[in-house]
């Protein structure tokens, strides 16, 4: 089956050391989004790439990143994660940004502790 | 600015019940709106979207939607609710320009708990 795929599904990491979590998709689409949940709130979007063009949300901060090295890869870098960064890190993809095909595809989502 | 209320942080109901979760929007142009559900330690899921046409739109899980330009609302909708039906649920609208990607604006999400 077609999906969106995150690992790991759980990480633990400490105060100010980088991590990276990963996506990635068996769905072939051109969108991959990066959301942050905390605790059964709405989702936020940090960026999402578009193919290969990069789209920061303005209040997204500096310590995210991220990388698509190709269509089915996408990467999520926190530089230095503070105990703020804790939440649940959504990837989804879509296969186009136009409305009819805006439909997005969801993956399980990574739990980031911070100790 | 686009964007969705959610009123309701939680709703219960019986099982067998109809359901309903409400959702209201604002948009400049015309609203691409979308239903999700979410259950604990998971992704979202997909339910259903407008995009034109047709104002009940039929989704996943005997889900449906109804689409009212006038009330600007868009309530999500279940004849009967089994218990597996609870879990959190999240409006959302398209953001309005390609240049946003196509972003999902979400409401704050309503829990919903069905009790046997």
């Known amino acids: 089956d077609a999906m969106v795929i995150q690992n790991p599904r759980y990480q633990v990491t400490q105060f100010g050391k980088p991590v990276t979590l990963s996506c990635s998709q068996t769905?072939?689409?051109?969108?991959m989004y990066w959301y942050q949940q905390k605790s059964s709130q709405a989702p936020k979007l940090l960026f999402h790439y578009y193919d290969k063009d990069f789209n920061n949300e303005a209040d997204t901060p500096d310590n995210f990143q991220s990388r698509r090295p190709n269509t089915s890869f996408c990467f999520l870098d926190i530089r230095s994660p503070g105990l703020g960064d804790a939440a649940m890190y959504l990837c989804?993809?879509?296969?186009?940004?136009?409305?009819?095909?805006?439909?997005?595809?969801f993956g399980p989502g990574t739990r980031l502790t911070v100790l | 600015a686009q964007s969705v209320a959610q009123p309701e942080d939680q709703v219960n109901v019986a099982e067998g019940n109809p359901l309903t979760v409400k959702c209201t929007y604002s948009v400049s142009g015309n609203p691409y709106l979308f239903w999700y559900v979410q259950y604990p330690n998971r992704g979202l899921q997909f339910l259903l979207k407008?995009?034109?046409?047709?104002?009940l739109v039929k989704g996943s899980y005997g889900f449906e939607a109804e689409f009212n330009k006038s009330q600007t609302s868009f309530h999500l909708k279940k004849p009967s609710a089994l218990v597996s039906d609870s879990a959190l649920y999240f409006c959302a609208v398209r953001g309005p320009f390609y240049n946003q990607g196509g972003k999902l604006i979400f409401g704050q999400g309503t829990e919903l708990s069905v009790k046997p």
């Open positions: 989804a993809t879509s296969r186009d940004v136009t409305a009819q095909y805006n439909e997005q595809f």
């Open positions: 769905l072939n689409h051109n969108v």
């Open positions: 407008y995009i034109t046409g047709d104002n």
